[in-house]
């Protein structure tokens, strides 16, 4: 048949009009298959009963949990009266230098602030946004991908068999071709493929018919795992995973968080007691002072010079104590500022801070058991490991379908078209009209020789799940440890200071006493001397008392946020996310500073008006008032109502 009867064969065939839609139905019934398996996972569907079936041996152990055996309850009377108030509140909330700028602090503003501005939490956030991005990239591994491909060949051979050319002793062909199309891997593991080739070939052969050719090629696969990597669960897995993952570095980052703002916190209470024992050390001196400017008066009558020496001695290691809480209040302050970070605090950087909230001080029962429950379902560490054991549960699975062979089902069919003078336009039409698709189904199979690896696989991930589960063992002890702990320092911290708030109350009535020998008895040069030193060492009780009595206020404080730390739930506690406005200038009326005088230190202002809620006298009480004034019997002049 020659050239020109062949292309004219070729261009009257007839049409078959039922391919096209032999075509479609078989596009369809393709992506039938991939969208079976498009549907939500079942993987990790069972996670709240997985969880519970965990934490049930625990919670059962915790609720039998005897209350009176854990935990030796003891008297928590309130010793301290509902209105006391110590003198020096009033003036912790005053600047305590030379005017300058001060903003007015509590724990609310400076926690927001930390969240808001820290370095180390924003850091410390990112890592569950980069675990949330990852769940991304797992999922992008079923997303359609399209493809493109292009090349050009030109191929010049010698000639070994004269039917290669018909005659011509080199080859000589000219092919070029591009296809492309789309692929995806569904979630029951096969891998679809959809491509259309286009391709233009020119020779110097007789027997290639029409020349120069166009071609195109419509070809349709689909490979389905039928054992070893088949299923969505299985698919799935790396889409829980990363899920699992994202989650525990939430949990991280949660047990971090908290972390961090307790030693926020810390820090405020940490300023809050260097400024009170500033306060304290200050009234310390100035009564040392006063009694060292006293004798200096009565140095000609019956001060003697060992009673002198004695108060400059006192007066001299009074002032260092001065200095050295000076320097603490200040490292209090730049400790605030690096673990907040506020640009509020930083643009006024130096300024004072002034705490505004004061120590809460009234009985919280804290009881072990209802605290334990509450921590096995809300403290971080324990939802880590639980996750952490789910993940553990999901790889095991995943090795044990890796020791199945491998067996693929596989399908692939396909149209082409023909067309002389490099016509690939008509080709493509062709496709569907000429002619019938061809096709290929088969199977493929592999294993290997002993199967060592999965073997070896599923053994790892059954010893990392028992290796999870120990740690969740160790992780609920040390929960309960720390909620043991956290339960009784609630408790000794309160106590505590009803103590030193008897303590002070002692001390002070102490220096009463003694102020009352000191001035009264007989001016014998070695009585009154013993008598000034232990005034002065009573002075020394009583401040020392006054400090223990704020420390074991902040102490009660910083164990209750302890223990909502412990039983994970200080998040919780935090108030909703606001601008840290909170930070501002001193409120009107307290902007006036308490100045150091130029001699290191001078008196306290005189006590407020008759009637007011709050007396401030010095230590070193002159004699009894009058009937009918306002007593300062208690403890750190704070004023009573006077005896009608």
Not at 507 to 525: C, F, G, N, T, V
Request: hydrophobic letters at 40%.
């Amino acid at each position: 048949m020659t050239v020109p009867r062949v292309v004219s064969a070729i261009k009257n065939r007839p049409i078959n009009v039922s391919r096209a839609t032999w075509l479609v139905s078989c596009l369809v019934c393709v992506f039938l298959v991939i969208s079976c398996g498009s549907g939500p996972s079942a993987v990790g569907g069972e996670e709240t009963s997985g969880r519970q079936s965990l934490m049930i041996p625990y919670e059962q152990r915790v609720v039998s949990i005897d209350e009176q055996h854990s935990m030796r309850m003891v008297n928590t009377a309130q010793e301290i009266p509902p209105a006391f108030v110590p003198w020096w509140s009033e003036y912790l909330e005053r600047p305590l230098w030379e005017p300058t700028q001060a903003l007015t602090v509590d724990v609310e503003s400076l926690v927001v602030g930390a969240v808001k501005c820290s370095p180390k939490v924003l850091a410390l956030s990112m890592t569950p946004e980069i675990r949330k991005a990852e769940i991304v990239e797992a999922e992008a591994r079923f997303d359609i991908r399209a493809f493109l491909e292009s090349k050009f060949v030109r191929t010049s051979d010698p000639v070994g068999n004269v039917l290669t050319t018909g005659g011509a002793p080199r080859f000589r062909d000219q092919n070029w071709y591009y296809s492309g199309g789309i692929r995806q891997k569904s979630l029951l593991g096969g891998q679809f493929e959809a491509a259309q080739r286009f391709g233009y070939q020119d020779n110097n052969s007789l027997y290639y018919v029409p020349l120069p050719q166009g071609t195109g090629k419509l070809s349709l696969s689909y490979t389905q795992p039928l054992l070893n990597g088949a299923g969505c669960a299985y698919n799935e897995s790396v889409i829980v995973l990363a899920e699992i993952d994202a989650g525990v570095a939430t949990d991280q980052f949660a047990a971090e968080l908290q972390n961090h703002l307790l030693e926020v916190n810390k820090a405020y209470w940490t300023l809050y007691v260097e400024r009170a024992g500033l306060l304290q050390k200050r009234r310390l001196l100035q009564e040392a002072e006063k009694i060292l400017d006293e004798l200096e008066g009565r140095k000609k009558f019956d001060a003697s010079e060992g009673q002198i020496e004695s108060a400059k001695a006192a007066a001299g290691a009074r002032r260092a104590s001065v200095i050295r809480t000076e320097a603490a209040v200040h490292n209090a302050e730049a400790r605030i500022n690096l673990l907040v970070n506020d640009p509020q605090l930083l643009m006024h950087q130096g300024a004072e801070l002034i705490p505004i909230q004061r120590p809460y001080l009234q009985y919280t029962h804290a009881n072990v058991r209802d605290s334990l429950i509450v921590a096995l379902n809300k403290r971080p560490e324990v939802n880590e490991s639980l996750q952490q054991i789910r993940a553990a549960s999901l790889r095991e699975q995943i090795a044990t379908k890796d020791l199945l062979p491998v067996l693929d089902a596989v399908l692939a069919f396909y149209v082409s078209g023909l067309e002389g003078e490099g016509r690939m336009g008509q080709a493509f039409v062709d496709q569907f009209t000429v002619g019938e698709p061809g096709y290929t189904a088969g199977l493929q199979f592999e294993v290997p020789f002993g199967n060592r690896a999965a073997k070896a696989r599923l053994y790892k991930r059954q010893l990392e799940l028992q290796q999870f589960t120990l740690q969740l063992k160790q992780i609920v002890a040390m929960v309960v440890e720390e909620i043991e702990v956290a339960v009784r320092d609630v408790d000794a911290a309160f106590r505590e200071a009803q103590t030193q708030y008897l303590a002070m109350k002692a001390a002070d009535q102490e220096i009463q006493d003694l102020d009352k020998r000191w001035r009264l008895l007989p001016s014998e040069e070695l009585v009154a001397g013993i008598v000034l030193l232990d005034l002065l060492a009573a002075q020394e009780r009583l401040t020392n008392a006054e400090i223990g009595f704020v420390s074991a206020q902040v102490g009660y404080n910083l164990s209750l946020a302890n223990l909502n730390r412990a039983t994970g739930v200080l998040l919780q506690c935090l108030p909703e996310a606001q601008s840290p406005d909170r930070i501002q200038a001193p409120k009107e009326g307290i902007d006036e500073p308490w100045p150091m005088p130029k001699s290191d230190v001078e008196e306290l202002p005189s006590p407020p008006p008759e009637g007011s809620s709050l007396e401030l006298t010095p230590i070193t009480r002159l004699p009894p008032t009058s009937a009918g004034t306002t007593e300062t019997n208690n403890i750190s002049g704070l004023a009573q109502p006077p005896v009608k």
